[in-house]
């Protein structure tokens, strides 16, 4: 081992705040470490000048209560070629330092730590400052500390952080690459005044994150999350700003769980998907702690999307706010705050997420449910706002829509009536099974139709109508009862509360344009003596079957 095998000069002074630091002693580096070398305390300041390599299996330690001052665009680089390891080994009572040389320099004047070969490295009480230049020609995005070479696939080293502090740099403190992660027992990092952000790395590095840190005065307090699969359980902890910069899908052999607590904020850009390929599950808050709180990092992000492999998952207490965006600046292109995706052949279980006290802001559409895909039992308390992005395009959605095996039959009574378009929207459905219609305060519209009874269907279904029902027709749509096989309606309105049948858009006397025609037209392809209709003329609606029925409600 080698100590401080470097020039070492006596008593040199310098121009206060530039230059060489006066001193009892220091210590200048500028060759390569290519064998185990410390740097002690005794000394400091060890200044570092230029690109150094540590390389070939040598092992970089740095003595408790050291300083390290680094020059105008210098780093430390650890591999690639051959293997280099960094052990940084300060204490509460004596703690590293690494710093620019000049201390008068802007956040940004040498460039960073770089972990480029795949070893465990250490860093205890260690403060750095004022890293994060960029270097010339260089693939390494702004950082402190570098984790893996972003083009080099290869490079996944280890580090071990314990009570490390980055303040007053460019760009991000930490950034992992590749499959770069903290060791486990890492804990303390603290961020402070960077013109960047705190951290960047991919989603499943969350369930290691030194936790305990504080974060101040950062134009981005934000902990990114980028592009990833979820295969291991992770919870990502209150008190951290987690922000979400892609898709993050939960999913694999293990059945993997991502879970907010109470209390957690999160900010995305992107979604999240779970359960889109293998079983995986989401939780969100608890029925007695504070909300959880999803909103976007900018102006707006997607969304949570339950998908056809999704295992028991729930979201209680929480608030999704700005989501549902409009992809392309396109409407055709809208997603909605969270989505609930079955399987389209009905071979899958359909995925029952629970939603308890949830409130949607949503840019677009709140809820959307489609090829099966419904609530699960216990959820209860839903509110639906539509708010306005800045295009402007947005807050136009429905709060609610429902399409292909999907039923409303499972959504709670909520407040759906705070979106510019207060109608649940039925697109394409088809009821294959006994089903029922609640009434949820605002009507449905039906866009292109709403079969009752077709291939889909099993053992001759029943559509109930719930009594103040209402279906808007778009013009064209259909209620198809019966179509390829027997189907049956029953609209049970009462006195009090009348079901309605009408057009989404009134005539110039406010009578509905030849909607009863659609319905009536379709009843005759297969009777099955139950559908029940008025039994006598209603608006444009009429009992078409020979059968007696039971009258229960009114059409408009």
């Not at 590293?96 to 795949?118: C, F, K, Y």
């Not at 009570?163 to 991000?172: L, N, P, S, Y």
Request: charged letters at 15%; hydrophobic letters at 35%; proline letters at 7%.
């Amino acid at each position: 081992m080698r100590v401080a095998a470097a020039v070492a000069v006596v008593i040199v002074l310098a121009a206060p705040g530039c230059g060489d630091p006066s001193g009892p002693r220091q210590t200048i580096h500028t060759q390569p470490v290519v064998t185990d070398e410390t740097w002690t305390r005794a000394g400091s300041p060890h200044i570092v000048r230029g690109h150094l390599f540590i390389s070939s299996d040598a092992t970089l330690t740095i003595e408790a209560g050291a300083t390290v001052l680094f020059d105008t665009l210098s780093l430390l680089t650890f591999g690639p070629t051959a293997p280099g390891t960094l052990r940084a080994l300060g204490t509460s009572a004596e703690p590293i330092t690494m710093r620019s040389l000049d201390s008068t320099a802007a956040p940004g004047s040498w460039v960073r730590l770089e972990l480029r070969s795949n070893t465990a490295s250490e860093m205890h009480y260690v403060e750095l400052s004022g890293c994060g230049s960029q270097y010339f020609l260089d693939s390494f995005p702004a950082v402190c500390i570098g984790l893996g070479n972003p083009l080099k696939a290869n490079e996944s080293p280890t580090l071990l952080i314990d009570h490390v502090t980055v303040r007053d740099g460019r760009g991000g403190a930490v950034i992992l690459s590749n499959d770069s992660h903290f060791a486990p027992g890492s804990t303390h990092l603290s961020v402070v005044n960077m013109r960047g952000y705190i951290a960047q790395m991919r989603a499943r590095e969350s369930a290691t994150f030194p936790l305990g840190g504080g974060f101040a005065g950062n134009d981005y307090d934000e902990v990114r999350l980028t592009l990833d699969t979820l295969r291991d359980s992770a919870m990502w902890a209150p008190g951290v700003p987690w922000t979400v910069m892609d898709k993050v899908v939960i999913e694999g052999p293990k059945q993997p769980v991502l879970t907010l607590p109470p209390g957690d904020t999160v900010r995305l850009r992107g979604s999240i998907v779970v359960g889109l390929n293998a079983p995986g599950g989401l939780r969100i808050g608890s029925e007695s702690g504070p909300n959880v709180f999803l909103r976007a990092a900018d102006t707006s992000w997607l969304g949570i999307d339950f998908s056809r492999y999704s295992i028991p998952s729930s979201i209680t207490n929480a608030v999704l706010s700005d989501c549902g965006r409009v992809e392309n600046s396109n409407p055709t292109f809208a997603y909605a705050c969270i989505s609930v995706t079955g399987d389209y052949y009905g071979i899958l279980p359909d995925p029952a997420p629970v939603l308890r006290h949830v409130t949607f802001n949503a840019l677009n559409v709140g809820l959307g449910l489609v090829s099966g895909g419904r609530l699960g039992a216990g959820s209860t308390d839903l509110t639906i706002n539509g708010v306005s992005g800045p295009s402007h395009l947005f807050g136009s959605g429905p709060p609610i829509t429902i399409g292909l095996r999907s039923s409303p039959s499972s959504i709670p009574p909520g407040d759906y009536t705070r979106t510019l378009r207060d109608e649940i929207w039925l697109i394409e459905l088809s009821v294959p099974h006994d089903d029922s219609f609640p009434n949820l305060g605002v009507p449905y519209l039906v866009l292109n139709g709403v079969s009752v009874g077709d291939t889909f269907a099993v053992n001759n279904p029943t559509l109930t109508l719930m009594p103040g029902t209402t279906l808007a027709f778009t013009a064209g749509s259909h209620l198809w009862v019966g179509w390829d096989r027997p189907g049956t309606v029953r609209a049970v309105g009462t006195a009090a509360q009348h079901d309605a049948f009408r057009s989404r858009h009134r005539g110039p006397r406010g009578r509905g344009r030849s909607v009863g025609r659609r319905i009536v037209s379709v009843l005759h392809r297969y009777r099955t003596g139950n559908s029940q209709l008025a039994d006598q003329q209603l608006g444009r609606v009429r009992r078409h079957h020979r059968e007696p029925a039971a009258v229960v409600n009114r059409f408009h």
